[in-house]
């Protein structure tokens, strides 16, 4: 930590990630007192996310400073990542001093991937729990999980849960109150669908063809790197 930053928060960013998956995390971040935040990537290069919103890194691997907490985010482009050898190298090196170690959906994948996630408890979107499975990792369906200074938050939408617990972990429950509260964050989604457990087994089957070659994807690289 720095004198004038209480934390230095670096969200990890790269081609074809799930946009929301960091920036519900950023909005929520970005109402702590005395904070840094650091978007992160190879390079100052524009980076542009799996829908086409378009993200500015602030800073590079290189360049980026010791971070209090990291967190990576999911999405197509994480397959790419998870034998990504830049990627995995700086979220191990940071990973040594950071505070918190954190992902939102499939960004636990990736952590998985780079060995920080062995013996933890952790989550992911629920079409890839099984391949988080394969790594040496407690399987759980929550939608944000807490393991020592590991979170994990589930798929997209679980993002801003999570960092609402992040901030009830670093500054206490009274700031991710006030936080939620000025947000209107209240959640009523017009249907009961959000999980596999409430929609009908069509619909899931619908959403698992739609993803499949994602799916396939992850799937031959986590059993690579798993040798399963």
């Known amino acids: 930590m720095t004198q004038t930053s209480k934390y230095n928060i670096g969200l990890i960013i790269y081609p074809n990630m799930t946009q929301l998956d960091i920036t519900g995390p950023h909005q929520v971040f970005s109402f702590m007192p005395n904070s840094s935040i650091y978007f992160v990537w190879k390079n100052q290069e524009p980076v542009t996310s799996d829908r086409g919103l378009t993200i500015l890194p602030n800073t590079t691997f290189n360049d980026c400073p010791p971070l209090d907490l990291i967190c990576v985010p999911g999405g197509p482009g994480q397959v790419a990542m ?3 050898n830049e990627m995995l190298t700086f979220l191990k090196k940071q990973s040594q001093n950071a505070q918190l170690i954190t992902s939102v959906c499939t960004g636990s994948l990736i952590l998985a991937a780079a060995g920080l996630l062995d013996g933890y408890r952790a989550t992911c979107h629920w079409a890839f729990l099984d391949h988080l499975a394969l790594f040496n990792v407690e399987v759980s369906n929550e939608r944000v999980v807490i393991d020592r200074n590991r979170i994990t938050g589930g798929g997209v939408t679980a993002g801003i849960d999570f960092g609402l617990v992040v901030v009830s972990q670093l500054l206490g429950e009274e700031m991710a109150k006030m936080i939620q509260l000025l947000l209107q964050y209240d959640p009523q989604p017009p249907f009961n669908t959000g999980t ?13 063809i739609l993803g499949k070659d994602l799916i396939k994807s992850s799937l031959s690289v986590s059993q690579k790197l798993t040798n399963k």
């Open 196 to 208: 596999p457990e409430n929609a009908d087994q069509s619909l899931v089957k619908q959403v698992q």
């Open 82 to 84: 998870m034998e990504d």
